[in-house]
């Protein structure tokens, strides 16, 4: 089975798409880090039992040989929400259940963190990246658990796909959160409704 880990919003610049996730919600975002593999770097927001990550291109770091994750290397335009990840106890079996195209196993760390995560050769996931990254953790640490308690929880998020219907039934035998729903639109995209200490907002 998959379990909702955490969602995506990407930028061209970590500032612009913090200041873009701040002013939507209304509270500030927690550190992150850098990628040393992917050339790219973070800050989080802790959403009760998963978590916001905001992600961009580190301008400051050695591009990679290699394309890097989430398809930032052909991002563009506002920040947005742009993948979500799912983890498994099973990082095989959840690549074989997969549609063909979500990644092979690559072993990452940062600091005590340690996890492995399924990365396509050409950066972009199936269903035009709607499908769900795969993350697996190593040990227990995680940082939902170690982020300050924002106020702010995820209330829905709806993956939005011209073949719903056929993403529905790559994911229905592993994966199930009612917070989460599948639903047939023109354009692959996403939207999130957050209960933050302000009010419900919105990300999409």
């Avoid at 920040?79 to 195209?101: E, H, K, V, Y």
Wanted: aromatic share 6%; with cysteine.
């Amino acid at each position: 089975m998959l379990e909702l880990d955490h969602l995506a919003v990407a930028a061209s610049t970590l500032e612009e798409g913090v200041a873009v996730v701040e002013e939507a919600l209304g509270v500030s975002l927690a550190g992150g880090g850098e990628h040393p593999l992917m050339a790219t770097h973070n800050r989080l927001l802790g959403l009760g039992n998963v978590y916001l990550e905001v992600i961009s291109v580190n301008p400051e770091a050695p591009a990679p040989a290699h394309l890097r994750w989430f398809d930032l290397d052909n991002f563009s335009g506002a920040p947005r929400l742009t993948n979500w990840i799912c983890r498994t106890q099973d990082m095989a079996a959840a690549i074989s259940a997969a549609p063909d195209g979500v990644g092979v196993p690559v072993e990452l760390a940062r600091a005590d963190l340690r996890w492995q995560m399924a990365v396509p050769a050409d950066g972009k996931l199936p269903f035009q990246n709607t499908y769900p990254a795969l993350i697996q953790w190593h040990g227990a640490a995680h940082p939902a658990a170690r982020l300050p308690d924002s106020g702010c929880r995820l209330l829905m998020f709806e993956v939005i796909h011209p073949q719903a219907k056929a993403l529905k039934a790559a994911l229905d035998s592993m994966f199930a959160d009612p917070r989460v729903s599948i639903t047939q639109g023109e354009v692959a995209s996403f939207r999130g409704r957050i209960q933050t200490p302000h009010g419900i907002r919105e990300l999409g």
